[in-house]
């Protein structure tokens, strides 16, 4: 079993900026790749980002296209944490983020959703205009 409890969500205007925090408690041998997923209301939940989890440190990163060069994703092997720095804020980055962990062995994508086997539950954030 492995925890997952996102905090850092809030209001902001936009332009501005959010940190996002993701503490993942339990086994951390097997897993592969740490995410966030987004969901606006009235859409279905999409992919914003993710980061590789092999090795104590390092990793590869993948990111949705529409959050590029504003949003980065990072982690913190030694204290099993994941963040998001979310810059340039948008109205339309609205939504509830999701952390999630992937102990997907092969075929992993990083950016679908059934790659992932954890979730938190959730953090509103908010952009207004």
């Known amino acids: 079993q492995v925890q997952v409890v996102e905090s850092g969500g809030g209001l902001v205007q936009a332009g501005g900026s959010l940190r996002l925090s993701c503490a993942a408690s339990?086994?951390?041998?097997?897993?592969?790749?740490m995410g966030w997923f987004r969901q606006a209301p009235g859409k279905e939940r999409e992919f914003v980002a993710a980061i590789t989890w092999s090795g104590w440190s390092g990793g590869s990163t993948f990111y949705t296209d529409s959050v590029k060069g504003r949003f980065t994703i990072s982690k913190d092997n030694a204290k099993n944490m994941l963040y998001l720095q979310m810059n340039s804020l948008k109205p339309e980055d609205t939504a509830v983020y999701y952390c999630?962990?992937?102990?997907?062995?092969?075929?992993?994508?990083?950016?679908?959703?059934?790659?992932?086997?954890?979730w938190g539950q959730g953090t509103q954030v908010t952009v207004s205009s």
């Open positions: 339990g086994r951390t041998f097997s897993r592969s790749a």
């Open positions: 999630a962990a992937s102990y997907r062995s092969s075929g992993n994508s990083y950016r679908t959703l059934s790659d992932y086997d954890y």
